[in-house]
């Protein structure tokens, strides 16, 4: 009787089969550099909604909640604040970026064509009835979230009207915002930092105007993370006339203004928290730049086409944690 022998792992094959799971969950998470042929339509709708993109909401939620600071941990916060995650993520943004999929198909079959319309994974009617389910659920959850925090005037379900407006427009004609580079790139970029920044303090506190401006103002940095993603679309922007800050101005400029936008504005809201004797606070901000600025001389702005993901994954928890930093220090200041 002979033993059988035992075989030795191929590492090639081991290398395919990593680069084969990568591939999938890129395509689950709606990153650049995913695979095709998954025919689970659950998973394919989940492609749709761009889960990767849901993290800053989310995290503009906790900010938003930290700013206010009437945040306590209990039972019944902690449940409001993952309702309000949802509205502001799965929900929410995953409407925004079904739509932004309807109405990209032609661009996404040039830049991504693995994409699930593009790909023909799913039809165009069964896009149209995710996003009403996806909008009408929001709408439902933020009044609901009104009701449960006790609003006289429901400024939640205010704010997700508007950020529904605003994310139609955006995709959409006639005005399709995305066509324009400034106009689209700061509506994208205020709706991932004022929009659930001041749901999620309106949640707990009392929205006012100091709050509104200071998050708009934050949102130009945002203007500048969302040029980032401009990169990966630039072939297909110019051969369908689309005006993305890199086909106006050109990579090198547009990654310039980019990386300028990000770190000017957090400055200034650095600026702005010694102006109200938060000056710990905006230390630890200003020293959430400077890794950005070695990042962004490492990376991005060497070689943004190549490196816009890299970039991204380096840099910008340094931002994101800034916005925590920021929210805690307006919720310290008890503007």
């Known amino acids: 009787m002979t033993e059988s022998t035992p075989t030795t792992p191929n590492p090639s094959e081991e290398i395919n089969l990593a680069e084969e799971r990568t591939a999938k969950t890129r395509q689950l998470l709606g990153m650049k550099g995913a695979t095709t042929g998954d025919t689970s339509i659950w998973k394919i709708r989940l492609q749709l909604m761009k889960p990767i993109t849901w993290i800053p909401l989310i995290w503009g939620v906790v900010c938003g909640a930290a700013s206010s600071g009437e945040y306590t941990w209990t039972w019944e916060n902690f449940l409001k604040s993952a309702a309000c995650m949802l509205l502001s993520g799965p929900l929410l943004t995953g409407y925004t970026?079904?739509?932004?999929e309807f109405y990209d198909r032609d661009i996404d079959a040039i830049n991504e064509p693995y994409r699930p319309i593009p790909s023909g994974a799913?039809?165009?009617?069964?896009?149209?009835?995710?996003?009403w389910v996806l909008m009408l659920s929001g709408l439902g959850l933020a009044y609901g979230l009104d009701v449960w925090s006790g609003h006289e005037f429901p400024t939640i379900t205010v704010?997700?009207?508007?950020?529904?407006?605003?994310?139609?427009i955006y995709s959409a004609p006639p005005l399709k915002l995305k066509q324009n580079g400034w106009l689209g790139t700061y509506a994208l970029?205020?709706?991932?930092?004022?929009?659930?920044?001041?749901?999620?303090?309106?949640?707990?506190?009392?929205?006012?105007?100091?709050?509104?401006?200071?998050?708009?103002?934050y949102s130009f940095?945002?203007?500048?993370?969302?040029?980032?993603?401009?990169?990966?679309?630039?072939?297909?922007?110019?051969?369908?006339?689309?005006?993305?800050?890199?086909?106006?101005?050109?990579?090198?400029t547009a990654a310039w203004i980019c990386v300028t936008m990000i770190d000017v504005f957090q400055i200034a809201i650095a600026g702005y928290l010694i102006f109200i004797h938060q000056q710990f606070y905006a230390a630890i901000l200003l020293l959430m730049v400077i890794p950005q600025m070695v990042f962004q001389d490492m990376y991005f702005l060497r070689d943004p086409l190549t490196n816009d993901v890299k970039y991204q994954a380096s840099a910008q928890p340094f931002l994101v944690l800034g916005m925590l930093v920021v929210g805690l220090a307006i919720g310290h200041a008890n503007l």
């Not at 799913?122 to 995710?130: G, H, K, R």
Request: charged share 15%.
């Open 97 to 100: 970026q079904t739509i932004n």
């Open 122 to 131: 799913i039809s165009l009617p069964q896009v149209i009835t995710q996003a």
């Open 159 to 168: 704010m997700a009207i508007f950020g529904v407006f605003i994310a139609y």
């Open 189 to 217: 970029g205020s709706s991932y930092i004022a929009l659930p920044w001041c749901t999620g303090h309106a949640l707990f506190g009392e929205l006012d105007w100091k709050i509104v401006v200071m998050t708009v103002v």
């Open 221 to 252: 940095a945002g203007l500048g993370i969302a040029i980032v993603n401009d990169f990966k679309s630039i072939e297909g922007d110019r051969k369908l006339g689309l005006k993305s800050l890199p086909v106006m101005f050109g990579v090198k």
